[in-house]
Nanobody, 126 residues
Framework: QVQLVESGGGLVQAGGSLRLSCAASGRTFSNYVMGWFRQAPGKEREFVAAIRWSGGSTYYADSVKGRFTISRDNAKNTVYLQMNSLKPEDTAVYYC???????????????????WGQGTQVTVSS
């Protein structure tokens, strides 16, 4: 049973920073892609960033490129999302997700991801 547990959300002023963590457990994740998605009130859940567990290649949504950094710590089975220069439009519930079938392309569609965390709220005030 794969479990993903997010932490690190909170309230921050515009221009500030937060680091989200996703602790993964339940199996070996070597061929997985780990992703972060977010969902604002009244909007669809959207892709933010993803990282291959093995090799560490990354992919970002244009809206966060240059401001957010995804990384992983293999020893701790944890994926991070460092968020800098936060904007009010970054306000959302952020979800960690795992895609167990990496086939050469990092997916950005939420239906490609098999496991999800419970989410953590990020609120950016103006």
């Amino acid at each position: 049973q794969v479990q993903l547990v997010e932490s690190g959300g909170g309230l921050v002023q515009a221009g500030g920073s937060l680091r989200l963590s996703c602790a993964a457990s339940g199996r070996t994740f070597s061929n997985y892609v780990m992703g972060w998605f977010r969902q604002a009130p009244g909007k669809e859940r959207e892709f933010v960033a993803a990282i291959r567990w093995s090799g560490g290649s990354t992919y970002y949504a244009d809206s966060v490129k240059g401001r957010f950094t995804i990384s992983r710590d293999n020893a701790k089975n944890t994926v991070y999302l460092q968020m800098n220069s936060l904007k009010p439009e970054d306000t959302a519930v952020y979800y960690c997700a795992a895609d167990r079938n990496y086939m050469g392309t990092i997916h950005t569609a939420k239906y490609e991801y098999d496991y999800w965390g419970q989410g953590t709220q990020v609120t950016v005030s103006s």
